[in-house]
């Protein structure tokens, strides 16, 4: 058996759990494509979380065919202070006195593909930089990025 086959094989076994354990962020019928998104920003967002259990509709964007292209190419953002993944801006409302000091914020984005090739790389990337600072408030793309 290929190399090729058996990661094949390997990624779609752990997608088949992801689903299995995560079934309430996950559609009925939902495509392996964002089924995969849905993965990559899980596995992403918990290198920097200490609590593993989120809902992943808090950080995916949700976008689907009818709202393509309002995602900035993000696949999905979280805010995680002091390693909590903050659900929304009512959760920083109601524990805003315990974040006061010492916060240590992190920001996760992501954007993934699950293709066997790299086509159009630079054009996905350069979007998804795009997305990343507008949505940071930047003006402009750093150098080196």
């Known amino acids: ?8 094989l390997m990624i779609n076994d752990i997608m088949n759990q992801f689903r299995i354990i995560f079934q ?3 559609e009925p019928g939902e495509s392996d494509d964002k089924v995969f998104e849905k ?11 200490l ?5 992943i509709q808090d950080i995916h964007s949700g976008q689907n065919e009818k709202t393509s292209g309002n995602e900035r190419s993000i696949d999905s953002a979280a805010v995680i202070i ?4 903050v659900p929304g801006v009512e ?8 974040f006061q000091r010492n916060m240590k914020i992190s920001y996760v984005f992501t954007q993934s ?3 066997g090739n790299f086509s ?4 996905n990337h350069s979007k998804f930089i795009s997305g990343v600072c507008l949505i940071l408030g930047s003006e402009e793309i750093p150098e080196g990025v």
């Open 91 to 98: 959760y920083l409302e109601e524990n805003y006195k315990e």
């Open 51 to 55: 609590d593993y259990d989120f809902d």
């Open 1 to 8: 058996m290929s190399t090729q086959k058996n990661t094949t």
């Open 82 to 85: 002091n390693g909590i993944v």
């Open 113 to 115: 593909k699950k293709t």
């Open 24 to 26: 309430r962020d996950i």
């Open 39 to 49: 993965l990559v920003a899980y596995l992403m967002t918990c290198k920097h979380a």
């Open 120 to 123: 159009d790389v630079l054009g």
